[in-house]
């Protein structure tokens, strides 16, 4: 007996210390290594504009539900920074969300008779997932969904013999609704389920239970709906998160395979997002692999063997088959569309280890597997990462917040600058906003408007390229009224391609101050005056523009004009926001006209080749990024 404790209390320090090291290197990633998704940027500035005493839905447009932002809003108030640290300050703050999670799901599993050692073993694994974990440490909705909902299954295993733990598990699956309704059918089935399930007695038939999980679903859901009945957001609200949505999902095409794709990428396959290869070796995701694999084992098993007695395993598994076929009947898939699939996979896992550890030599080959996916971890963690790309994210967010007037606003995709009001009331363009707009749901925003109001900066992330490519109109002005300071920065600046047959240009002054005159026949040959959103956006060569050895604006065959009123032709111009400008000349070929606010040297500018601010790339292996933090 002795022996069997001692080797036990080992096992148990074995795995804690492999847990102890998957925690370090994901810390390392969280911090480092993992640029800021798009999501992260939407939800923080939510969040904070909810501390800033914003009304969500009736004050700012939004199509998720809010407890999240309210729960995290306090968060925001100690934070300042206008670039990445500012979502990587959430990152940390959403930490204890994830670790009351794994405690809590721990609890479950114990009180469904598994061992310390393959609960632990369990969550070593997820730590160890990529593709959980990719999206775990990222500021998300999902993470309180995640706890909340799996706060309820352990609040429900009490359910039949106490009123009050069925109240609880209710008001619990009501308020996972309110941080993340993309669980809503889950968190339905799950309430209805102990209508027909007595998990407690391994029974079929209703049960009281159930009874009381209602009456805290439908308590927890008029006390909260309170709220927007207080603020007089109600129907919007109810319009922004129901009705949007429904009609997103019918508007939508989804994209083909991609379910496959994603369950695909943790194997090395790149089913649809890579053309060029076909099965990529540093994409696989151990730990992953074997959630999936002896996580389906174990539930085929569980639903096989126990639905004559339908106790708590086999109520989790009719649930995670339910929650599988929900993601799959989703038109796109994300990769945090698998965090809730990949926790309820824990117990099944843990309960397969569990049958197969009857050995000391069997201990002995998990906890080589153990070891092995803990160092494949420690490699995908802290050697793979894509730490350039969140670099350049913080260049773009800290010049937008120090180059725009405090009272300006900024026009992009995503909402990269967190200090600024956005100039489209829709101020991130995801698909939904795509489809409205196109289909007239939402009002449009025309080049009129951006004419009169221009924004003081325009940030050209992959989201605003796509809506440009639909709108040459505002692209036009955009492209004519704003030049690029780096490649997805674009300020206040005036450009035309002058020729002997289209010799003027009129503009609308964007924002007031002076500029200077550069202009030249070389000039009229750069791909911006060409192919301007793409050479804006994406990586290329030899596009740099260094404002300098420019012949003086008097030598320019030009004449002027502000607001119809002839202007000397000087080689910088005083102009205040909305004036007209205009130029005109007789050419005997293409000249290239740049009119650049004064003290801009260089336009143009280029990030490290294989760097962009959408972090489209595959992560690459490194080490000297990694050496450099301890110099």
Known sequence: MHDIVYSNVSRVRFVSALIGLAAVARSLSLAFFHPLNWDEIEYFRATDWIRQGLIPYRDFWEHHTPLQWFMFAPVTALIHSPGTSAILAMRWAQVPVWIATFVLLSRWMKRAGLELTSRLAVILLILCSSMFMLAAVEYRIDSMGCALYIAALVLLQDADRDFRFAFAGGAALCLAGFANIRLGPLLALTALLFRIVRPRDRIWGGTSAANGIFAGVIATFVLSSSYFFATHSAGIALRRVWTENYLADRLSEG????????????????????SDRLFDPLQIDLATIVIFIVGAVGIVRTLATRYRAPDGFFTLAFLQLANVLFVTAMKFIYIYHFEIIMLLMLPFVASELERFVKSPRRWAAVAAALLIVSGANVFASVFRGKEMDLAYQDLIMREADRLTPA?????????????RRPAYRYWFLPTLVVNFEKSGLFESYTPEQMAANPPAAIISDYRLYTWLLMHPALTRFATTHYLPLWRNLWLPGLSARLTPESSSAEWVVPATGTYRVYGSNVLSIHPWFRQPLIFSTYESSRVEVVLSGFPPAAALPLTFAV???ATPPLNSLSLVRGQHLRVAGRLDRPLGLLIVPEGIRALFMQPAPGVSLDAATLPVAHIRPFLNLFK
Not at 255 to 274: E, K, N
Not at 407 to 419: K, M, Q
């Open 255 to 274: 994209t083909p395979w991609i379910l496959l794709h994603r369950i695909g990428v943790p194997f090395g396959l790149q089913l649809i997002l890579r």
């Open 407 to 419: 009272t300006g606003t900024v026009f992009d995709g995503v909402g990269w600058a967190l200090r």
């Open 563 to 565: 607001d119809g009123k």
